[in-house]
């Protein structure tokens, strides 16, 4: 994540500020710019272009500061979320900001890798949207269909959370690390299936027809292969060919991300954005700055930051992902999956 400042005071500002510590100027983030701006006692900011913009209607509601292109209105992230908790559900909504903040942060990181964002509203079809539901309504399984990605909010609670960790045995479990997965089913789907980019990904990850409930089975019954460490980069990905791109591709946002927010701090003197092969920003930048994360949290007595091993295999899964940075989407029409995490 890139660093903000107040255009008033030159203040710090983090990405989710609604107002300047220092200064106290409201503030909202605009998207078409991807900066934080002043915003006047009505909540509006006029762009160089004398367009007006509006705080988001949701944001006392979800704690959302990006700007509504009208006043009263919702913005753009606030759009895509198809289904939330309803007024009456307490536990939900009090859930549902944090989720709401990890959509946010997806997108901001997808417009800056430029990955097209499209709605269900432009493109019912192959759309995206988000259904962020309550488990104290009803049961709710996280994943994607046909550009829907529902994500259970209960995530967004640390204990539910890491008990579910340590149930399923994973390294890592975050909300953010949740909408980076799903959203990998949602670009394969737009990005590789039907494309010809298909055999290549095959090649990768495997044949995406086999049978996805055998496969489930298969995993939960037999576990991971001995060997999953030389070729995965997790053991949720030795479910299917599906789960495997998801992973890769989150560990792509992951990796993109954290160089970049590494590079804006000083901690790193390349970003994710340097014209500098995939590979080699991660051998020579990725794989160096994560192993010091990981000393600092072990200093701390905290685990490992990134507790992931990147073995060949997957830099080759990796590459692939980071190449479709630069493709073009597919216009076939793919049938309904039952991806989830």
């Not at 559900?89 to 417009?111: C, F, I, M, T």
């Not at 104290?136 to 990605?149: K, L, N, S």
Request: glycine residues 8%.
């Amino acid at each position: 994540m890139k660093s903000f400042r107040c255009r008033v005071c030159g203040n710090a500002l983090w990405f989710e500020n609604s107002v300047c510590v220092s200064c106290h100027t409201p503030l909202g983030f605009s998207r078409d710019e991807a900066e934080i701006v002043p915003v006047d006692e009505k909540g509006r900011y006029v762009d160089a272009e004398g367009r007006a913009w509006h705080v988001c209607r949701n944001l006392n509601l979800s704690g959302c500061t990006w700007l509504a292109p009208v006043e009263g209105g919702q913005c753009s992230a606030c759009d895509l979320t198809r289904v939330r908790p309803n007024d009456a559900d307490a536990k939900g909504l009090s859930q549902y900001p944090v989720a709401e903040r990890a959509k946010r942060w997806l997108l901001v990181e997808l417009d800056r890798l430029g990955f097209p964002v499209v709605g269900k509203a432009e493109d019912p079809e192959r759309g995206l949207c988000f259904d962020l539901l309550s488990s104290v309504a009803e049961d709710v399984t996280i994943g994607h269909a046909d550009g829907v990605i529902t994500i259970d909010l209960a995530e967004s609670d640390d204990a539910y959370r890491v008990r579910v960790q340590e149930q399923l045995g994973e390294a890592y479990r975050t909300m953010l690390g949740h909408f980076r997965h799903e959203s990998g089913h949602y670009f394969e789907w737009i990005l590789v299936e039907d494309t010809d980019r298909l055999s290549e990904a095959r090649a990768l990850f495997g044949d995406e027809t086999a049978d996805y409930q055998a496969e489930i089975d298969r995993h939960y019954s037999e576990g991971p292969p001995a060997d999953w460490p030389e070729r995965y980069i997790s053991t949720y990905a030795t479910m299917h060919p599906y789960e495997d791109f998801a992973e890769t591709w989150a560990h792509y946002l992951h990796i993109t991300d954290t160089v970049e927010t590494a590079a804006v701090n000083g901690l790193s003197h390349v970003d994710s954005s340097a014209s500098v092969p995939f590979r080699t920003l991660v051998t020579d930048v990725w794989m160096p700055l994560a192993s010091a994360l990981n000393m600092v949290n072990r200093s701390m007595g905290k685990d490992d930051l990134y507790p992931f091993l990147l073995p060949d295999p997957v830099l080759d899964k990796l590459d692939f992902v980071a190449s479709l940075r630069d493709g073009e989407s597919g216009n076939g029409s793919a049938g309904a999956d039952q991806r989830s995490h």
